[in-house]
């Protein structure tokens, strides 16, 4: 069993940056792939980046790709996303999650585990 609790989010303009981070509890969860996804009001959860169990290969969504940052420290068990140049269409609930199925899966149904989420609202 992995439990996955987010933190970090807030209120920033536009242009500025904030790190989110997963804490999980259990050692397991370093074997497992982890992602992040968010939410706007009124859409559908969205895939936003994922990493592998090691940390060697990461994937993007290209509405992401080169201003978001996916990383992890397997020793605290935490997962981070730093994200820069944010833009107010970033403004969403952000989600972390764990897989067992490859950081390449960007469907929802392929991920085990989810935390509770954590808000990020981007001011134009």
């Known amino acids: 069993q992995v439990q996955l609790v987010e933190s970090g989010g807030g209120l920033v303009q536009a242009g500025g940056s904030l790190r989110l981070s997963c804490a999980a509890s259990?050692?397991?969860?370093?074997?497992?792939?982890a992602g992040w996804f968010r939410q706007a009001p009124g859409k559908e959860r969205e895939f936003v980046a994922a990493?592998?169990?090691?940390?060697?290969?990461?994937a993007y969504a290209d509405s992401v790709k080169g201003r978001f940052t996916i990383s992890r420290d397997n020793g605290k068990i935490t997962v981070y996303l730093q994200m820069n140049s944010l833009k107010p269409e970033d403004t969403a609930v952000y989600y972390c999650?764990?897989?067992?199925?490859?950081?390449?899966?960007?469907?929802?149904?392929?991920?085990?585990?989810w935390g509770q989420g954590t808000q990020v609202t981007v001011s134009s």
């Open positions: 999650a764990a897989s067992r199925s490859g950081y390449s899966a960007r469907g929802l149904s392929s991920y085990n585990y």
């Open positions: 259990g050692r397991t969860f370093s074997t497992y792939d």
């Open positions: 990493i592998n169990w090691s940390g060697g290969n990461t």
